[in-house]
Nanobody, 127 residues
Framework: EVQLVESGGGLVQPGGSLRLSCAAS????????MSWFRQAPGEEREGIAY???????PYAESVKGRFTISRDNARNTLYLQMNSLKPEDTAMYYC?????????????????????WGQGNQVTVSS
């Protein structure tokens, strides 16, 4: 069964850091493009970052310089390192997978690009 499971979220103070993980199974992880999204209550789902087999592009302007996407193909795991967290980063965070071997840059942070989604993991930034 194709499955994505996020973990690593929780409560953190402003300025703190968290590392999210997304464990993938049921497909050839290394051939998939992967992305992180987030959605706060009442807001549209926002694309955060995209990574192909070897490198990442682009990042959302709201997180650029603070968040880093990475992947370990041997472990079938996607990561999101989040530093200098702000209250506005509070959201449900989702990982997503695309079977396309290459995705145009303009499509990489669009939710409609992806058919496979994790269940989400809550990140709350509060003092």
């Amino acid at each position: 069964e194709v499955q994505l499971v996020e973990s690593g979220g929780g409560l953190v103070q402003p300025g703190g850091s968290l590392r999210l993980s997304c464990a993938a199974s049921g497909f050839t992880f290394s051939s998939y493009g992967m992305s992180w999204f987030r959605q706060a209550p009442g807001e549209e789902r926002e694309g955060i970052a995209y990574i192909n087999r070897d490198s990442s592009t682009p990042y959302a302007e709201s997180v650029k310089g603070r968040f880093t996407i990475s992947r370990d193909n041997a472990r079938n795991t996607l990561y999101l390192q989040m530093n200098s967290l702000k209250p506005e980063d509070t959201a449900m965070y989702y990982c997503a997978a695309s079977s396309r071997s290459w995705i145009p840059i303009s499509w990489r942070l669009s939710p409609t690009t992806y058919r496979t989604w994790g269940q989400g993991n809550q990140v709350t930034v509060s003092s």
